[in-house]
């Protein structure tokens, strides 16, 4: 098929803008990212890879501490994904679901920088019944809880299915410190992390720290390939077996429910537990073992 010069240069801007704008945000090159911006707009108009493009660089701002300017690209980029089609349903298209998710994020975290945190935490719980049925529900819940649930009292987990030992119950491991470790099967990070949980289990499982890893179904195994659930199970066990064989004890509980509870949208998502039960500390992303080491140190006894 052959493309028209002006066809091909429309497809190639489509293509580039999100990753063009990202990049430059992540350099803080926030002027030549709005121009960008700007450039493509100009040629398509209001489309879902502009929503994208424009959460990415509030997401940048945000960073850089440019609350203002976060802000209000993470409005525009939330009122324009609202206005597309689909937009009640982000999950058939990913672009969207970049936009709405970020924006709504992004937002949260400028009112709670701010100091507004009971505004953000309402406006999160807002957003969460609008998109709780969409996979927007565990991203909005992540960010739920990184604004409270250090110091409240974990969440129980649902433990029907597991891979490995059975898991025991958040209320039976009472006098336990637990660290709970979310994971992905196609997830390198966590993969990479698994190091540094074995590295912490070792030093702390004589006293008492029990490491539990939640993980959920995503419908697919490798290479994107869709998979039933007994299929997809089987290949879990697999990924466990060979690349957490060092945590031969650990036990994973299978549960998106788990997952949404504990807004787990990040994989790996880190939880430690005191003893009585109560969240310590909760930190989506991979961490290194000296911070986790003094975590548990610094935990408080039942």
Known sequence: ?????????????????????????????????????????A??????????????????????????AADAHAAEARRMAGQLPGAQEPDRDPRLATAIGAAIEVHAQVLAARGQHAQATRYLRSELAAFGKTGLAERIEKNINLLGLVGAPAPELDEATWLGPKPATMAALRGHPVLLFFWAHWCPDCKAEAAVIEQIARAYGAKGLVVIAPTKLYGYTAHGDAAAPADEMRYIDAVRQRFYAGLPGMAVPVSEASFLAYGASTTPTLVLVDPSGIVRY??????????LAARIDALPER
Not at 14 to 26: E, F, M
Not at 45 to 67: H, I, K, N, P, Y
Not at 282 to 291: S, T, V, W
């Open 1 to 41: 098929m052959m493309w028209a010069p002006l066809a091909l240069g429309a497809l190639l801007v489509v293509a580039s803008v999100v990753n063009d704008v990202r990049t430059l945000a992540a350099r803080q090159d926030f002027a030549a990212a709005e121009r960008a911006v700007r450039a493509y707009q």
């Open 282 to 291: 909760y930190h989506p992303g991979a961490a290194p073992a000296a911070e």
């Open 43 to 68: 040629q398509n108009g209001a489309t879902a890879e502009l929503a994208a493009a424009l959460s990415w660089l509030a997401r940048g701002e945000l960073a850089a501490g440019r609350l203002d």
